[in-house]
Nanobody, 116 residues
Framework: QLVESGGGLVESGGSLRLSCTPS?????????RAWFRRAPGKVDREFVA?????????FYASSVKGRFTISRDNAKNTVYLQMDGLKPDDTAVYYC?????????WGRGNQVTVSS
């Protein structure tokens, strides 16, 4: 129900922008939107960033604060993650998420690889 795009291979210090768009005609109005990632060899997904649906307040993991920016375009029903100053430790599969109350939807993930 959510489709991520924009990942790929980039050199250390480079930038990428991930996009997350609903599929199948779904809209996620009034949902909190977030990005998570799973690093190689890790089992759990790690929180990266989120944006509230009502006031657009944003929250970031300490490891990405100041380098990543989450934003949303409600007209396009799309959420973005602008990633600048990428480091090899940012290498992971990135997942977008939409949640409201007890309902959560996930994308299938998009690989981001940062070479040193």
């Amino acid at each position: 129900q959510l489709v991520e795009s924009g990942g790929g291979l980039v050199e250390s210090g480079g930038s990428l922008r991930l996009s997350c768009t609903p599929s199948g005609g779904r809209t996620f109005d009034n949902y909190e939107r977030a990005w998570f990632r799973r690093a190689p060899g890790k089992v759990d997904r790690e929180f990266v960033a989120s944006i509230n649906w009502d006031d657009d307040d944003t929250f970031y993991a300490s490891s990405v604060k100041g380098r990543f920016t989450i934003s949303r375009d409600n007209a396009k029903n799309t959420v973005y993650l602008q990633m600048d100053g990428l480091k090899p430790d940012d290498t992971a599969v990135y997942y977008c998420n939409a949640s409201r109350g007890g309902t959560t939807s996930w994308g299938r993930g998009n690989q981001v690889t940062v070479s040193s």
